[in-house]
């Protein structure tokens, strides 16, 4: 496995410089864009890293599968009744679709939806990125996870678009907290710091039918888990989530900061950055690498 990723990071690295940092949130336009690393867990507990597996990047929309988790360990099938689980077709950040769909978002993993999830666990909890951050402190293993404050305060500064889509579904009734307030907490978990190793760490449960076996947590059963799965293979690369079925195979995670994670159901967790952005919004070499080594290992659950 270690020569196979190390072999796996040579051949898409050619592809460093053909994408695009995201530069919409400014405080991510800085980041350097030569930069790749892998990290995969196993079920076992063995660990494998290659390239850039320790530096960390903000998680962004990756931080959506924390937040649902979260939604779904206290509320269960209750959320659906406010957002659905069908892919949506559409770029993230569209508002088209929340507008004719009368303010009822189509997943919990684009923009709209996810506010709608962050706006239920405002209901619920007193402090929601302090309660996040440590559930994800826990699944990682790493107490020093943290959120990044001056990517959030960037994000926050350029939040028309997000605004825009909390506004219009509370005009729809589907919004029940201080959108400001709630606006505030979403940036927060998107920002959260973290590298490959934490994030495949803090996605084993979902190889694991639920159970976080280094925090002793079953953190969903054995149902939810497959069902947060297909939602993530669904809906996980928004517009793309197809793109990444025909290529890759697994259910699998992006976000804006370049990171991917992938999960290969009884068997391994898979993360992957490289902060390169396609058209898309989904890392460019982060892609490739996941297509060569579930190629390469025959990990595609199709
Ligand atoms: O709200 C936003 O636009 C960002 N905080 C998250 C977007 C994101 O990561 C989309 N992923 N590919």
Same mark, same amino acid.
């Given at each position: 496995?270690?020569?196979?990723?190390?072999?796996?990071?040579?051949?898409?690295?050619?592809?460093?410089?053909?994408?695009?940092?995201?530069?919409?949130?400014?405080?991510?336009?800085?980041?350097?864009? &030569?930069?790749?690393?892998?990290?995969?867990?196993?079920?076992?507990?063995?660990? /494998?890293?290659?390239? &850039?597996?320790?530096?960390?990047?903000?998680?962004?929309?990756?931080?959506?599968?924390?937040?649902?988790?979260?939604?779904?360990?206290?509320?269960?099938?209750?959320?659906?009744?406010? #957002?659905?689980?069908?892919? !949506?077709?559409?770029?993230?950040?569209? #508002?088209?679709?929340?507008?004719?769909?009368?303010? $009822?978002?189509? +997943?919990?993993?684009?923009?709209? *939806?996810?506010?709608?999830?962050? &706006?239920? +666990?405002?209901?619920? /909890?007193?402090?929601?990125?302090?309660? =996040?951050?440590?559930?994800?402190?826990?699944?990682?293993?790493?107490?020093?996870? @943290?959120?990044?404050? $001056?990517?959030?305060?960037?994000?926050?500064?350029? $939040?028309?678009?997000?605004?825009?889509?909390?506004?219009? =579904?509370?005009?729809?009734?589907? /919004?029940?907290? &201080?959108?400001? =307030?709630?606006?505030?907490?979403?940036?927060?978990?998107?920002?959260?710091?973290?590298?490959?190793? %934490?994030?495949?760490?803090?996605?084993?449960?979902?190889?694991?039918?639920?159970?976080?076996?280094?925090?002793?947590?079953?953190?969903?059963?054995?149902?939810?888990?497959?069902?947060?799965? !297909?939602? =993530? @293979?669904?809906?996980?690369?928004? %517009?793309?989530?197809?793109?990444?079925?025909?290529?890759?195979?697994?259910?699998?995670?992006?976000?804006?900061?370049?990171?991917?994670?992938?999960?290969?159901?009884?068997?391994?967790?898979?993360?992957?950055?490289?902060?390169?952005?396609?058209?898309? *919004? +989904?890392?460019? @070499?982060?892609?490739? @690498?996941?297509?060569?080594?579930?190629? $390469?290992?025959?990990?595609?659950?199709?």
């Amino acid at each position: 496995m270690q020569a196979l990723l190390n072999e796996v990071l040579d051949q898409v690295r050619p592809l460093i410089g053909k994408g695009k940092v995201a530069d919409y949130i400014p405080a991510l336009a800085d980041v350097p864009a &030569d930069q790749l690393g892998i990290a995969v867990y196993g079920n076992d507990g063995e660990l /494998f890293t290659a390239g &850039d597996a320790q530096t960390p990047f903000s998680i962004q929309s990756i931080s959506k599968v924390f937040s649902l988790v979260q939604a779904i360990q206290h509320s269960g099938e209750a959320i659906w009744e406010r #957002l659905g689980h069908e892919p !949506s077709g559409q770029p993230f950040n569209s #508002l088209l679709q929340l507008e004719l769909e009368n303010g $009822r978002p189509r +997943n919990p993993f684009i923009n709209a *939806g996810a506010l709608v999830i962050s &706006d239920i +666990n405002q209901s619920r /909890f007193a402090a929601p990125v302090l309660s =996040m951050r440590d559930f994800v402190r826990r699944l990682s293993g790493n107490a020093h996870v @943290a959120v990044d404050n $001056r990517i959030a305060e960037s994000e926050y500064q350029h $939040r028309a678009r997000n605004a825009a889509m909390a506004y219009l =579904m509370q005009s729809f009734g589907n /919004f029940h907290n &201080d959108v400001e =307030m709630v606006l505030r907490g979403y940036f927060s978990h998107c920002a959260l710091s973290m590298n490959c190793v %934490d994030l495949a760490k803090a996605f084993c449960f979902l190889a694991n039918d639920g159970f976080c076996k280094h925090s002793g947590e079953q953190v969903l059963s054995v149902r939810q888990t497959q069902q947060v799965n !297909s939602i =993530m @293979a669904t809906s996980g690369l928004y %517009d793309e989530a197809g793109n990444f079925a025909y290529r890759v195979g697994l259910p699998g995670k992006s976000g804006v900061g370049g990171g991917i994670v992938a999960v290969v159901p009884g068997q391994y967790t898979i993360c992957v950055w490289s902060p390169e952005l396609n058209a898309a *919004g +989904n890392s460019l @070499a982060g892609m490739a @690498a996941l297509e060569v080594l579930s190629e $390469r290992i025959g990990w595609s659950v199709f």
